[in-house]
């Protein structure tokens, strides 16, 4: 027993220390190799669920930017259908009038016969008749379009932040041509202030957006205004050009803005005929300081049609045709504007 009690007490050796401090080193490392392998799973797992979410959110922006190309190219196509139909409406309502016409000439001309043929005192006065109803060319359309233009506002927000606005003095309009799944798209993001304070300038804004340029007298305004119109585009001296334009325009008034949106057909006529752009716009003013903000985005996508593939004109010169007409309306608009606001200032 002393021998064993003598045994127990002797110190260990500085060998076996190391020994016994290896050991322990070497399950440390394997923990910590444990640890790092099982973090490391773990970034992985996290990784493939990572990237199969992102997978899903770029399919279902994918999926997004289709679906808007494909309402556009519906949109285009669903305007320029109902354009067609209306003409094709208005030449058979063209035709019953015409053939009216010629059954109330060939009646008068029957009863002037009866009448000559007869002695005086039997004459009696007869007068031409002619079926005198007419439809407003165009009110399809622009009820259609009418009816696009809530969808629009509620876009507003989201096309503010998504395009990237040019700032000029003043205000400009310059399109540029991309092709987005297909489909050729003209489109201009343009930004101006305008020294003047946002009510005097919202104001002035009202009357030039939402006047019918085609009527002489002056009425109270309205929020909402549809108009067709023709107007002459000369894109150098001598080539002169013809479009009619089919537009549908609401206003929307909020505490802190006013906010324009409008559909818009451009038919081209003469030697432009059976060309069209589908047109949608959105105006936004907002007070900057003392100023006032005005941002535009406008959009348009040329289509041709029918009897387009006989014209001497491309869509290209169609297409210029469309941004120089445009060009002209905004500067037109601009410069009436400066002559409200400062004789309004005087």
Known sequence: NSTRTVSKAEPISAEKRREIRNAQAAQRRLRYRQKLKNEKETLQQQEIQLSQELTKLQ???????????????????KAIAIRQKERRVGAETQQRQLRAAVVARARFIHQMNALLQRPDSQVESCGDRSD????????????????????????????????????????VYKPTRTCTQ??????????????????QTCRAMSVLMMTDPTQKKTRELKNTVTVKYQVKSQLKPGE???????????RYREPDRMVFVWRGLNEGLGALSGYHTDETGWLVLRPHLTSTLLESYVRFVPVSVGEAGASNEGPDRFAEVVIKTGENEVSELMAMLENMLIGEAK
């Open 182 to 199: 297909g489909v050729e798209i003209y489109d201009s993001a343009d930004a101006t202030v305008v020294p003047f304070d946002f009510e």
């Open 240 to 250: 002169n050009f013809k479009l009619m334009v089919h537009v549908a325009v609401r």
């Open 59 to 77: 399919q279902a922006r994918v999926d997004e930017k289709n679906d808007q190309v494909d309402r556009m190219t519906l949109s285009v196509w």
């Open 132 to 171: 005198s109803g007419e439809q407003h060319a165009g009110s399809a359309l622009l009820r259609t379009f009418v009816g696009e233009l809530d969808e629009l506002y509620v876009q507003t927000d989201q096309i503010m932040e998504e395009v990237d606005f040019k700032v000029t003095y003043p205000l």
